[in-house]
């Protein structure tokens, strides 16, 4: 009786290894399931087929991390669930920088009619919720706009690499400033139809930010044709574009997508265009309306989402050249 005990143990044992083996090597498994969520995002000018390139927002880039779903610090979901009442919940932080030029990049001084030179370097905290058909994300960004930014540094260090010639007007830059700005927005997630194996879906968006880097509110809509549409809610941007955020979650072996997105911003105040108030600098007329327009396709591969994105934006400025401001943004999200 005992050696039969012994050996159904065993096959008990074996068996439960073997099952939490294949759950923690099985794309779908509680393991990536459980994962989190790596994120480098890409935005650069160069990728535009207008005449001018490579100007206004120049380069952007963004390193993140965001939690699984559910492990969350105390103090953090008795937060949310007091703000939201709960959902599948989710933290994270990252790192980002952006470039910001004029169109003549060739001048020593800079045309006080253009664009200001800035660099913005930030940290972030982000606090997100998810349900079946919705997500709400809350976003503290604090850093510095100015030299120790480092723009003028990684902007011509990479023209350096490339043999590109310096952007020259970097000693007119807006000067160092320190800056914090506070982000919500929902999505919505609205199945349209299926036809075959394709899935049709439309995510209104809404945004407000708040601080002394910009103010504004976000109103946008993002339509998406593919398979495995539930797996996200729509591919990740650089703030202050209309973005799906980082999270994501495989429901399939191969998801997929193409999407058409609008959005318009009504903008209150803009320090990279405005300068800080009850302080001199650099400074041009702000648009207080902006549009902006983005195509593009995503693709979710077990634990990895690629998206690809090509961006049209209205003028943010008075007197901005150029017609319509054009960019590419690249995104690369790993589980694990």
């Avoid at 905290?125 to 100015?146: E, P």
Wanted: proline share 6%; glycine share 12%; hydrophobic share 40%.
């Amino acid at each position: 009786m005992i050696y039969y005990c012994m050996r159904r143990s065993r096959k008990v044992n074996v068996r439960a290894g073997a099952a939490l083996l294949f759950g923690l090597a099985s794309p779908s498994g509680p393991a990536l399931a459980q994962s989190g969520i790596w994120t480098l995002q890409e935005e650069n000018a160069k990728v535009s087929a207008a005449g001018l390139t490579d100007h206004f927002y120049t380069n952007g880039i963004d390193a993140a991390w965001m939690s699984p779903a559910g492990d969350v610090p105390v103090p953090l979901a008795e937060l949310e669930r007091t703000v939201w009442g709960g959902g599948d919940m989710r933290y994270g932080f990252g790192v980002s920088q952006q470039i910001y030029t004029p169109a003549d990049t060739g001048r020593f001084v800079p045309d006080p009619r253009d664009r200001p030179y800035a660099g913005v370097l930030t940290a972030n905290l982000t606090l997100l919720r998810d349900t079946a058909d919705t997500r709400d994300t809350f976003t503290i960004n604090a850093g510095l706009v100015g030299p120790d930014a480092l723009a003028e540094l990684v902007q011509n260090g990479a023209h350096n690499l490339i043999r590109h010639p310096d952007v020259r007007g970097w000693n007119g830059q807006i000067a160092n400033t320190p800056v914090i700005e506070a982000l919500t927005d929902h999505i919505w997630r609205v199945p349209v139809g299926v036809v075959g194996a394709m899935e049709a879906d439309v995510l209104p968006a809404i945004s407000v930010a708040a601080g002394d880097l910009r103010d504004y509110v976000q109103a946008g809509m993002t339509v998406r044709i593919g398979q495995g549409l539930d797996a996200d809610f729509g591919v990740p941007r650089i703030r202050p574009g209309l973005s799906g955020g980082d999270a994501f979650t495989p429901v399939r072996a191969v998801s997929w997508y193409v999407f058409a997105g609008v959005d318009g911003q009504a903008v209150g105040y803009d320090l990279l265009l405005q300068t800080a108030p009850f302080r001199s600098g650099p400074h041009v007329s702000p648009v207080w309306d902006i549009g902006e327009g983005q195509v593009g396709v995503a693709a979710i591969i077990d634990g990895m989402r690629l998206t690809l994105a090509y961006v049209a934006q209205t003028q943010e400025f008075h007197g901005q050249s150029g017609g319509l401001h054009q960019f590419g943004s690249f995104s690369l999200s790993v589980r694990f």
